[in-house]
């Protein structure tokens, strides 16, 4: 069955037309019978050919979308760390695609031109929010600064003095106060060494820098979780791991809270339509740990057998 593209189910329109190939050949056994009636819609060999390019330039946001909007339940798959990186992917995409679409696919043409103008307004907007976004993938293990001086290169590295500086004076503001007094400071003995070979001294560089320097190896970013961690450094990193904590649980997108509507939609049914708010609130939080397995139902205790608690005849017990 074709599937109608729509204005508010996301990729809709990257659907509709990977059915549509799907189906060409039925669709075109139809489109050949009805052809006077379709009249203009009649597609033509070369409406194909546009069609499956099209599905070609919007894959990637399909794939985008599906990393996104999932439960990051570890760390990834919907988390605000992926934000930034995949909005830089999906740039370069369009990018690629202005240079390599014929000028003379107008429409498809403009259509990328328009969707790289759009993309690129919001992604200058993290630009006004470094401490969130530019600061989830800083604080991701595997990246840190390093992802940054690969990837901000051209007219963006000037930006990245920019975003450390951001970082930097939302830990030292927000962050380095929660530092318990009695902390121990951790020194090195490599002292003489350090002092041998030039470098800093351990207690002359703060947590922030040693961590931004250094990158953790990660082989597998599907099985790798930054949580996990940074819940194991934390005794290096005492204030730094509470910035982690509080802006990698952050989402990526509002598709959890589209889910609740949705819940919250087949629950407050016409016949039940005078639940109350604190009903709704609690059944919704009881399905939401079912589902992800908080809470299990308990197996029933085996009743006694008391098969054998009359002594009596049957017929003494009525039987």
């Not at 969707?115 to 470094?130: A, I, R, V």
């Not at 109350?276 to 939080?285: G, K, L, P, T, Y």
Request: glycine share 4%.
């Amino acid at each position: 069955m074709v599937i109608a593209d729509n204005e508010t189910r996301w990729n809709s329109t990257y659907t509709s037309i990977q059915r549509g190939l799907k189906l060409c050949n039925k669709i075109r056994v139809y489109s050949d019978e009805y052809k006077d009636e379709l009249g203009d819609d009649f597609l033509l060999p070369e409406d194909w050919d546009i069609l499956r390019r099209l599905e070609a330039y919007l894959e990637p946001f399909k794939r985008a979308t599906k990393e996104l909007e999932g439960h990051p339940a570890d760390g990834h798959h919907g988390a605000i760390w992926e934000v930034l990186p995949i909005m830089e992917h999906l740039l370069k995409h369009l990018e690629g695609l202005k240079r390599t679409v014929p000028k003379k696919d107008a429409r498809i043409w403009e259509c990328v031109n328009n969707s790289w103008t759009k993309l690129d307004g919001y992604y200058k907007m993290t630009d006004n929010h470094h401490n969130i976004y530019a600061a989830a993938t800083l604080l991701h293990p595997a990246m840190r600064l390093a992802r940054f001086k690969r990837n901000w290169v051209g007219a963006l590295e000037p930006w990245i003095q920019i975003m450390e500086t951001s970082c930097r004076e939302t830990w030292t503001n927000q962050y380095l106060p929660l530092l318990p007094e009695d902390t121990p400071i951790q020194k090195s003995d490599d002292s003489y060494m350090r002092e041998v070979m030039g470098l800093p001294q351990d207690n002359e560089v703060d947590e922030f820098s040693r961590y931004i320097q250094d990158v953790t190896p990660a082989s597998n970013l599907n099985t790798f979780n930054p949580i996990k961690w940074w819940d194991d450094a934390k005794s290096d990193f005492p204030t730094l791991h509470l910035w982690a904590f509080d802006i990698l649980a952050v989402p990526a997108m509002s598709a959890e809270c589209e889910r609740m509507f949705s819940s919250a939609k087949k629950l407050v049914s016409p016949e039940r339509n005078r639940l109350h708010v604190q009903v709704i609130e609690a059944s919704e939080c009881l399905k939401n740990w079912w589902d992800r397995g908080l809470i299990i139902q308990q197996p029933h205790a085996p009743e006694d057998d008391d098969s054998d608690a009359c002594d009596l005849e049957e017929d003494d017990c009525g039987l």
